[in-house]
């Protein structure tokens, strides 16, 4: 809202303040006076407590209103409906009386002051209503009164969109993808002339914190368009038809400004499959997706507007908005690889002081599985770390605490615990590091540690994946088995004893084996079938009449072939640990007396 506007709010609104309190003054002095009756003035007449008395007659000169006044200087007045009578009464008593002239009615209250209330309360809606009509016309970018339908999107303008593909890092191949989207908002003519039709929507899909938004930020910084940014829970209100008329507005807000480009952030939260609700699906965010599909390709013309839009859920949107037409191309942003990393770390550090012993392609490394958004996180805490210690540059050691912050969680030194629980601690870490190191696809070992942290783990073992993997094998999952079992192991072996700090690795063990059974048809006895329930389900509607896609029997043979892949793991397991019984002792001995030890430390155990 203008600043102008609300200072004309502020005056008007003060005007009818000030006016309503002086009409609450007027009528109070009008009855400040105390009302008495006339068996009560005549008893005071009696008396003698009575001085005077002033006689105000009222146009018929028949009733009035007395002002008597005591010889103790109080006043009270009585209204009389015989004003002759009492004068007489009066005068025969020998009290002063008074008559005054006949009051004439007050015409400013009478007339004016009605008249000028309505005028100040008419103007006052009239400016209200004006500057809400302005404030639609404007662009539309607040939910204000009466506004409820306009479109909640902010245009970027080509001078206010500063980034370029150049500051997106690690997506080389997506940037290949959209590099045609801005050519053709460069220079349209020269695909129209081979007939060829521009894609009119890209869904970017990824996982959170890959960069989809920061990508269409920068296909719009590069084409130098304008660009109209909202999110999918914009759309959507607690009034109904007013998600399906902000997409109408939002689109001809498009066509105003065309050639354009128009991202929805979170597209799953209004594109969502439709006919899943409890009750068959027809609400209000139904309506809204309707209105969209036909926006995006119905019987109007959008050339010159491309839709993008961003989603992390690509498996729950709607298949009507996801075939040719609408959204023609589908932009898969995944999480960086190793060279993917190392570009975005140069990023992210471009404006940090870092120490000579910062290793960047290390941590690139070091850091398989991390987004974009986890990498800069990473160096965020680095620098608060480097700051907090009073020193203007960021050490290599400020990353690597940082690493194990985000990774797993703060380190809690300040809890006190038992010597029984932290030598248990650290047979239990002592037992997963082990198999980290002897087992080939898991490790190796970047550090134990036997500290509690903020997420309710006693100690933490942390491996150092040194590649990518784009699948898993067979192999490999029964070693993660193992690895998850090796905690409990130890704690069996060394104290004929168990806790329940091996719930959590007893869990990821055995969702582990279930997924090879149901999912990837890694068991011989089950076969190469996928008896997979789909986890991932979120439709409440379709899951009430949603039943098994195997009988009972089979229930029974995936939960032997679990526990029998479990059992298998754990055996092997324990001949490993076994056979390193010594490296099992002199490990929880070194964590015993450090609290925390780090790769070479740990693997000189060996030697």
Known sequence: MPKRTNQAYRIYLVIMILLLLATILFSFFESKREYYTEDQLFHDIEKGLIEEVLITPNSENQTGVLEVTFKSGQEKDLYVVDVVAIEESLK????????????????????????????????????????????????????????????????????????????????????????????????????????????????????????????????????????????????????????????????????????????????????????????????????????????????????????????????????????????????????????????????????????????????????????????????????????????????????????????????????????????????????????????PDVGPVHSVSIIPTGQGAAGYTMPLPEKDEMFLTKGKMLQDIMVSLGGRIAEELVFDDITTGASSDIKKATKVARRMVTKYGFSKNIGVICYDDDEDEVFIGRDLAHAKNHSEEVSGEIDREVKSIVDDCYKKATDIIKEHRSVLDACAELLLEKEKIDREEFEALFA
């Open 92 to 439: 025969a008593k020998d009290i002063s009386v008074f008559v005054g002239d006949i009051p004439r009615e007050n015409w400013f209250l009478a007339y004016v002051l009605p008249v000028l209330v309505v005028l100040i309360v008419g103007v006052f809606l009239y400016v209200m209503i004006m500057s809400q009509s302005a404030a639609g016309a404007g662009g539309g970018q607040s939910a204000r009164m009466m506004n409820f339908g306009r479109s909640r999107a902010r245009m970027y303008s080509s001078e206010e969109n500063k980034i370029k593909l150049s500051d997106v890092a690690g997506l080389d191949e997506e940037k290949e993808q959209v590099g045609e989207i801005i050519d053709f908002l460069k220079d349209p003519k020269k695909y129209i002339k081979v007939g060829a039709r521009i894609p009119k929507g890209i869904l970017l899909e990824g996982p959170p914190g890959t960069g989809k938004t920061l990508l269409a930020k920068a296909i719009a910084g590069e084409a130098n368009v304008p660009f109209f940014s909202i999110s999918g829970s914009d759309f959507v209100e607690m009034f109904v038809g007013v998600g399906a008329s902000r997409v109408r507005d939002l689109f001809a807000d498009a066509k105003n400004n065309r050639p354009c480009i128009v991202f929805i952030d979170e597209i799953d939260a209004v594109a969502r499959r439709r006919g899943t609700g409890m009750g068959g699906g027809h609400d209000e965010r139904e309506q809204t997706l309707n209105q969209l599909l036909v926006e995006m390709d119905g019987f109007g013309e959008n050339t010159g507007i491309i839709v993008l839009a961003a989603t992390n859920r690509v498996d729950i949107l709607d298949p009507a908005i996801l075939r040719p037409g609408r959204f023609d191309r589908k932009v898969v942003v995944g999480v960086p690889d190793y060279k993917g990393r190392g570009e975005i770390l140069k990023v992210h550090a471009k404006d940090k002081p870092l120490a000579d012993d910062v290793d960047l392609e290390r941590i690139s490394r070091t850091t398989a599985g991390f987004t974009g958004a986890d990498l800069e996180n990473l160096l965020n805490e680095a620098a608060i770390k480097a700051a907090r210690s009073d020193r203007e540059y960021i050490v290599q050691s400020d990353i690597e605490e940082s690493f194990v912050k985000v990774g797993i969680g703060v380190e809690k030194r300040s809890r006190v615990i038992s010597d029984k629980e932290k030598k248990i601690t650290a047979y239990h870490e002592a037992g997963h590091a082990i198999l980290f190191h002897v087992l």
